[in-house]
C-alpha cells in the first residue's frame, strides 16, 4: 500500500517552516485525537445534565421513583464524581480515540434491555421479617425464590453520543491545531 506524501515547493523560508511544521502535525495525529476525545467526554457530560440530547430520556418507572425519590436525577446517584457519569474516560492512540465507560452496566443503559433478557436465576432469600399494608409484621422464612434479570425493562438511555454542535467544535479544534499546533 502506498503511503501518503504532500511535494510543494516554496521560496519564502517563513511559509516553508509553517508548511514543514503543518505535515509533521499530520503524521503525528495522537494530540489531534486526544483533543477529540476531550470534546466527546465533555458532550456526553453534557448528555448526563440534560438528561439526554437530543431527546430526553425515559424518566423513572414507579419502582425507581419510589425507591429513589420523586425527581431524582436519571443516571445520576452519585453525580458526576462516580458512578455511570463519572466512568466516561478516553483513551487516545495514534489515529483513533475511544470514549467508553468501565461500568458493567453502561451497555444496558446505552442500549435498553428486556425484563429477563440476561436469564432467570435461583437466589437465597434469608429469613426476615416484612411488613405488610396496614402495619401488620410477619416472619418469612429462608427460601429461594426464581428471578429474572433485569427484573423489568430498561429503557434505552443513549448517553455516549456525539452531538451535531460537537462535530462543529471538533472541526474548528483540528483546523486551529493543524495551524497553529496549541490544543485548547
Known amino acids: 500500500m502506498a ?28 494530540p489531534a485525537m486526544k483533543i477529540i476525545g476531550g470534546i466527546v467526554r465533555s458532550s456526553v457530560a453534557r448528555n448526563f445534565e440534560k438528561e439526554g440530547r437530543p431527546q430526553k430520556w425515559a424518566k423513572h418507572s414507579k ?3 419510589k425507591r429513589r425519590g420523586k425527581g431524582a ?16 474516560h478516553y483513551n487516545a492512540a495514534r489515529n483513533s480515540v475511544v470514549v467508553s465507560s468501565d461500568k458493567k452496566y453502561a451497555a444496558v443503559h446505552q442500549f435498553g434491555s428486556k425484563k429477563g433478557s440476561f436469564g432467570k436465576f435461583l437466589i437465597d432469600i434469608g429469613a426476615h421479617k416484612r411488613t405488610m399494608q396496614g402495619g401488620t ?6 427460601h429461594k425464590r426464581t428471578v429474572a434479570l433485569p427484573w423489568g425493562d430498561i429503557p434505552a438511555r443513549p448517553f455516549l453520543m456525539v452531538q451535531d454542535e460537537d462535530w462543529r467544535e471538533i472541526k474548528t479544534e483540528l483546523s486551529s491545531f ?5 490544543t485548547a
Open 73 to 88: 436525577k436519571i443516571l445520576r446517584k452519585t453525580g458526576f464524581g462516580g458512578g455511570l457519569a463519572g466512568s466516561v
Open 63 to 65: 419502582t425507581t421513583e
Open 3 to 30: 503511503g501518503v506524501g504532500i511535494k510543494y515547493k516554496v521560496q519564502d523560508t517563513e511559509l516553508k517552516s509553517l508548511l514543514a511544521e503543518i505535515t509533521r502535525r499530520i503524521h503525528n495525529p495522537k
Open 137 to 142: 409484621v410477619v416472619s418469612v422464612r429462608a
Open 178 to 182: 493543524i495551524i497553529t499546533g496549541k
